[in-house]
């Protein structure tokens, strides 16, 4: 995880003056717990969930909020301001503050989603097959979320389908073990071949 935070650190601005480092892959894949990790080995780095960014008509119908809200602010170099979305009442929540960090790691299903890429200086892919993955979410989410998870996996399905990330990682995340093994990605950069584990 040193290594990786090493090499984020040292890439040009993507967005404005801010790293924007993608983290995607299938629902229930890690997603979130490693980018926390991540952003921890980075000193404490802002973390935007997607989950945030969708509601429950808008699973992936969320480009032009993300793009009117985080990635334009941001582009300017100024302080982005949002509204989660709160799942259970169903209704955005109060604005929170994104303010223009060095990096800012950007977690959810669609990171990488085409709109998205041009903004990103690295993409990460979290390397979990879909159905393992989907199977951990609904474990992790319990029975009250069963209707949730019956339609979120067609659309997922049908989201990757239309707007595939994979292809286009920089960067291959696997856990292994306690820590992460992380290759280089269909997307390539060149920069890095090793592994890098954190215990």
Not at 156 to 184: C, I, M, W
Request: charged share 25%; net charge neutral.
């Amino acid at each position: 995880m040193h290594q990786l935070a090493a090499l984020l650190r040292r890439l040009p601005p993507s967005c404005g003056p801010v790293r924007l480092i993608g983290v995607d892959g299938h629902a229930g894949s890690g997603k979130s717990t490693f980018a926390g990790r991540l952003a921890a080995e980075l000193g404490g780095a802002p973390v935007l969930h997607l989950d945030d960014m969708a509601r429950h008509d808008e699973l992936f119908d969320w480009t032009g909020r993300m793009r009117a809200e985080v990635l334009d602010p941001l582009g300017r170099g100024e302080v982005a301001h949002y509204a989660p979305y709160d799942w259970w009442a169903r209704r955005p929540g109060p604005p929170r503050a994104l303010p223009p960090a060095p990096v800012i790691l950007v977690e959810g299903v669609g990171a990488g989603r085409r709109a998205l890429r041009p903004h990103l200086a690295r993409l990460l892919w979290m390397e979990l097959a879909p159905d393992r993955a989907w199977a951990r979410g609904r474990a992790r989410d319990g029975a009250e979320q069963r209707e949730f998870w019956d339609g979120w996996v067609p659309a997922e399905r049908r989201h990757f389908a239309e707007d595939p990330s994979r292809p286009h990682a920089h960067l291959l995340v696997r856990q292994s073990g306690p820590g992460y093994e992380v290759l280089p990605g269909p997307g390539g950069t060149g920069e890095t071949t090793a592994t890098d584990h954190r215990e």
